[in-house]
């Protein structure tokens, strides 16, 4: 009987991928690497450090896997990963998943309270973390009811798990397992009420790997990956980590935030052949443009996601650089990007069309699909979705439906095929009796050429009746005027059906966001 293996036939589309019925994931993305003859080749490239190979890859992954064994981690358990953005994320991650451990990423930017939360409801029986985030983690540690046996920092004086896979093997049996059994998790952003844990199987990778990567971008080993979306959550996962791995290629890591400098110096530095960003970096990054000239050269595709790509700073980032920006969106429940523009093929506004594998479908309240042009839930079905939420039955029950999930996100298809994005669900607006998309008025506030980003909201006015707020971010600060509030107000009218102009405006230095770029509009709302 064959174990770990993958059969896929590209003489159809979306192409044939069937599974063995022993398969575990570390497998394909790890070892067979060696096999075919890449051990000397670079994998990762640390910016402003060394270089890993695919054999040491390897090496350490074993390693790691081996180390959470010695240490009394079993299959089956969980080990939460505060890990900054370096070789030892790979290490920690695919060593657990080779030895059948779960690993589970999550967000650095947390705070000890998110922490201790995610730590008592995951039973977690380890947590491997960064020294630099010991401020939040080791406070969280404290203060959780559920104690992890093992926690250790990656490195540093003093006991590290770096210390624990120097003594142990350099070989690893990978744990028997299926594609459908329980891989890894990761908690969603819990952009209302808390997070909750997304339990993902060991085919998911190989899915997402090879409908983006390879059938929606022609991803080959010849490309170098730069995201500067960081490795804790599913779009960085996979731009990072997951599709280099599953070419062939290589991948750039960065563990500082991704400021435009940082990521300008990157581009030039290593030449990488694909980028990823979200549309409130590629803002910034073109505003910077317009007083340095940055080599861009490297890149031949940009893709953004996390956020709606306002048509206007596509535009902009076009006529700039001359190069197209593929927007798409994906969440962490379906693990990576399910809508797609392509290259040659993109539209101003939409989030594209159906990646290979994947289906759309927009349903009105009842779940009956409504025509094109008219808006609703969006629902989608593919090989990637999550098995369930960690002990949350009631909301696995509400977004999965017959192999179909619910997004949360209101959409509509225009006569092409192509999809645009109108927001999340709870964000819609009634104005007036008549819905109304806050990503349609963020977009025409983004076309003024003293905006740089925009959120809008509901607020009630003098007769509790519903109207849009809008919220400012300027290119320069310092202009804030009940002037250009005006001319604002104008350049709403102008552009969008009258209901739709924003009714009040405030001035930010920044929007609030989660960790992926989406602007947390709840955040903005009056009490």
């Known amino acids: 009987m064959q174990i770990n293996t993958i059969s896929i ?10 599974f063995s019925e022993q398969f575990n994931v570390a497998v394909p993305f790890i070892d067979r690497h060696l096999e075919e003859g890449r051990g000397d080749k670079v994998v990762i490239k640390v910016h402003g450090g060394g270089d890993v190979t695919y054999a040491t890859l390897a090496e350490h992954v074993n390693r790691a896997g081996n180390a959470l064994l010695n240490l009394g981690v079993k299959p089956g358990d969980r080990v939460l990963m505060m890990v900054k953005d370096a070789p030892d994320f ?31 409801n995951s039973e977690a029986a380890g947590v491997i973390y960064s020294p630099e985030f010991s401020e939040e983690v080791e406070p969280s540690l404290e203060t959780a009811t559920h104690k992890p046996p093992t926690v250790l920092k990656t490195e540093g004086p003093g006991k590290t798990f770096a210390m624990h896979m120097a003594a142990a093997d ?44 390879v059938e929606t971008l022609g991803m080959t080993e010849k490309d ?60 910034a990054q073109l505003k910077t443009m317009g007083n340095t000239n940055v080599d861009l050269s490297s890149i031949r595709i940009f893709i953004s996601a996390g956020e709606a790509l306002p048509p206007d700073l596509l535009r902009r980032w076009i006529a700039k650089t001359g190069a ?19 290259p040659g093929e993109v539209k101003p506004g939409a989030s594209g069309r159906t990646v290979p594998g994947y289906d759309a479908k927009i349903v009105d309240d009842d779940g009956n699909e409504v025509p094109d042009g008219e808006t609703g839930s969006l629902m989608i079905k593919g090989e990637s979705l999550l098995k369930l939420y960690w002990r949350n039955p009631e909301k696995t029950a509400e977004s999965l439906h017959d192999g179909w999930m619910y997004t949360g996100d209101t959409y509509y298809r225009d006569e092409d095929g192509f999809l645009f994005c109108c927001g999340r669900s709870d964000d819609m607006l009634k104005v007036g009796g008549i819905w109304c998309s806050p990503v349609e008025i963020e977009a025409k506030l983004v076309e003024h050429p003293k905006v740089l980003e925009a959120a809008v909201v509901g607020r009630a006015d003098d007769d509790e ?15 804030e005027s009940d002037a250009l509030k005006k001319e604002l107000l104008e350049h709403c009218k102008a552009g969008l059906a009258r209901y739709k102009y924003p009714r009040w405006f405030n001035f930010l230095d920044d929007l609030p966001k989660t960790a992926t770029g989406k602007i947390q509009r709840f955040r903005l709302r009056s009490d």
Request: aromatic share 12%.
């Open 324 to 342: 197209e920006i593929l927007d798409g969106i994906g969440t962490t429940e379906i693990l990576h990007i399910f809508l797609s523009n392509r």
């Open 465 to 479: 009746l519903i109207k849009p707020e809008a919220f400012v971010v300027l290119n320069d600060a310092g202009d």
């Open 224 to 283: 170098i990956n730069f995201s500067a979306a960081k490795l804790f959550f599913a779009y960085g996962l996979g731009n990072a980590m997951t599709f280099p791995l599953w070419v062939g290629g290589s991948a750039i890591l960065f563990a500082g935030p991704p400021s435009p400098a940082d990521m300008h110096e990157i581009i030039e530095t290593h030449r990488p052949t694909i980028y990823y960003g979200v549309p409130t970096l590629y803002a």
């Open 90 to 120: 790979y290490y920690v991650y695919w060593g657990a998943i080779k030895a059948g451990i779960l690993p589970v990423p999550l967000n650095t930017l947390l705070r000890a309270k998110d922490y201790a939360y995610m730590i008592e």
């Open 9 to 18: 036939d590209n003489s159809v589309s979306p192409a044939k991928i069937e």
């Open 170 to 213: 350099t070989t690893l049996e990978p744990a028997r397992v299926s594609p459908e059994d329980d891989a890894f998790w990761l908690y969603s952003s819990g952009s209302t009420g808390n997070p909750k844990g997304v339990v993902h199987a060991h085919k998911d990778m190989v899915i997402t790997s090879q409908r983006y990567a």
